[in-house]
């Protein structure tokens, strides 16, 4: 079965250094990656996606990701954190055998301290 | 472009009623699809309608369902509600729900069940 994984509940970084929120993934055929960020009482925003191509993604708000096939990862990644940052990071798969469904990871909230 | 609308924001029922929740999807997309966000199951695919079709499902009892009108918009409809069906649930719309989509979200509805 596909499953995502984020294994840090919480991420703290201060201001002005770089940040990683980490995912790796699980599927039985070609994934397609998602990352998604959701403020307090908001919905989630799109960040960025990998279908295929170039591993790095560069996305929204100067955020950008890494695909990693051998070791199933799509860690996000910024070189310069800002306070607006803090928020909670979803990252999400989607294969043919899941259909159209995203299946999410549990989140990592990010918390950049000024 | 204005993007996807839910209503009502909020809502507070009772044990054993029935509620109906409503997305308007982004102008020209087709596909709708909604989840369901609570602090201990994260975010979990109900279902997704295309060209007023069900076209995928999630593993959620019966009393959940929905339906896609020829205008893309789209409502879900819990019936019978129990104290754990408090949630948010979060509609998103894509183009044509296509794997390689990007699935835009709404900013919710808030569902207490007292």
């Known amino acids: 079965a596909q499953s995502v994984a984020q294994p840090e509940d919480q991420v703290n970084v201060a201001e002005g250094n770089p940040l990683t929120v980490k995912c790796t993934y699980s599927v039985s055929g070609n994934p397609y990656l998602f990352w998604y960020v959701q403020y307090p009482n908001r919905g989630l925003q799109f960040l960025l996606k990998y279908i295929t191509g170039d591993n790095l993604v560069k996305g929204s708000y100067g955020f950008e990701a890494e695909f990693n096939k051998s070791q199933t990862s799509f860690h996000l990644k910024k070189p310069s954190a800002l306070v607006s940052d803090s928020a909670l990071y979803f990252c999400?798969?989607?294969?043919?055998?899941?259909?159209?469904?995203?299946?999410f990871g549990k989140g990592t909230t990010l918390s950049v301290s000024s | 472009k204005a993007g996807v609308t839910q209503t009502p924001r909020y809502l507070i029922k009772t044990r054993g009623q029935q509620v109906t929740l409503s997305c308007s999807p982004i102008?020209?997309?087709?596909?709708v699809s909604w989840y369901q966000q609570t602090p201990g199951q994260g975010l979990q695919f109900l279902f997704e309608y295309f060209s007023e079709t069900q076209r995928n499902k999630g593993n959620f009892p019966g009393r959940f369902s929905g339906r896609q009108f020829s205008n893309s918009r789209s409502e879900m409809n819990v019936s019978t509600l129990e104290l754990g069906d408090s949630a948010l649930y979060l509609c998103?719309?894509?183009?044509?729900?296509?794997?390689?989509?990007?699935?835009?979200f709404g900013p919710g509805t808030r569902l207490t069940v007292l």
């Open positions: 102008s020209g997309h087709r596909s």
């Open positions: 998103a719309s894509s183009l044509s729900g296509a794997y390689t989509d990007t699935q835009y």
């Open positions: 999400a798969v989607r294969d043919y055998q899941a259909g159209t469904a995203l299946i």
